[in-house]
């Protein structure tokens, strides 16, 4: 994997130390914040929602059990995500369910072209990022674009994105995880992440300038 990892925090390991004293709220609290996330990661790799349903569950029971080996040389989440991607492929290629990648990162060499303006580039503050609002937003209210409808519409362009992309701006943009906690837990390269991100974000911003175009036209 390229680049060093981060490091586990102390919230980590202050968590860590209260699940390993059998701490039930603890446990709780991680499973709640963490359960759909991982359950969409698993459904990547098997052949239905039931299965990965199962693939969660194993993986829970694999951190709880794996607990006491956990050394703080990752971010928990990161170790969490590997533990879970690792039974997943395992359970996907018992059932002879090989993904190809590119069915889970999507092949966009037939979609239009976006416009590099829309991102800053590696001198920008924010590399990667929209360089600049999309069309109309200039005039919005903050309130209109955290409106309900706005953030179904992001949604919906999410949901609509090939699995990996999806996962990958959801962490992202959405949970606000480090491009480097993401490569780690998903087992990504530098440089197919910012492949999968940059498409993700551009097909969100093209749903959203169409959105705006209409409400605005």
């Known amino acids: 994997?390229?680049?060093?990892?981060?490091?586990a925090s102390p919230e980590d390991l202050a968590l860590v130390e209260r699940l390993r004293a059998g701490d039930e709220t603890a446990f709780m609290m991680l499973v709640e914040r963490h359960q759909a996330s991982m359950l969409r990661v698993a459904r990547m790799y098997v052949s239905s929602r039931?299965?990965?349903?199962?693939?969660?569950q194993e993986a829970w029971l694999g951190i709880l059990?794996?607990?006491?080996?956990?050394q703080g040389r990752s971010s928990l989440r990161t170790w969490m995500y590997r533990i879970l991607v690792n039974i997943a492929k395992t359970r996907g290629q018992r059932e002879?369910?090989?993904?190809?990648?590119?069915?889970?990162?999507?092949?966009?060499?037939?979609?239009?072209p976006v416009a590099d303006t829309w991102f800053q580039g590696p001198e920008g503050e924010w590399q990667g990022g929209w360089s600049s609002l999309p069309a109309d937003w200039g005039g919005l209210p903050e309130s209109r674009l955290l409106a309900g409808e706005t953030l179904r519409v992001i949604g919906e362009a999410?949901?609509?994105?090939?699995?990996?992309?999806a996962e990958v701006i959801r962490l992202r943009d959405?949970?606000?995880?480090?491009?480097?906690?993401?490569?780690?837990?998903?087992?990504?390269?530098?440089?197919?992440?910012?492949?999968?991100?940059?498409?993700?974000?551009?097909?969100?911003?093209?749903?959203?300038?169409?959105y705006l175009e209409k409400r605005t036209g």
């Open 50 to 56: 039931a299965v990965a349903e199962e693939v969660v």
């Open 1 to 7: 994997m390229d680049g060093a990892e981060t490091l």
């Open 96 to 112: 002879g369910r090989s993904v190809p990648f590119s069915s889970l990162a999507g092949d966009d060499a037939q979609q239009p």
């Open 158 to 165: 999410i949901a609509e994105l090939p699995p990996m992309q």
């Open 174 to 210: 959405v949970l606000g995880w480090s491009s480097e906690e993401v490569r780690n837990a998903l087992e990504l390269s530098e440089t197919n992440q910012r492949v999968l991100l940059h498409r993700a974000r551009s097909r969100v911003r093209r749903a959203l300038d169409e």
């Open 65 to 70: 059990q794996g607990l006491d080996r956990f």
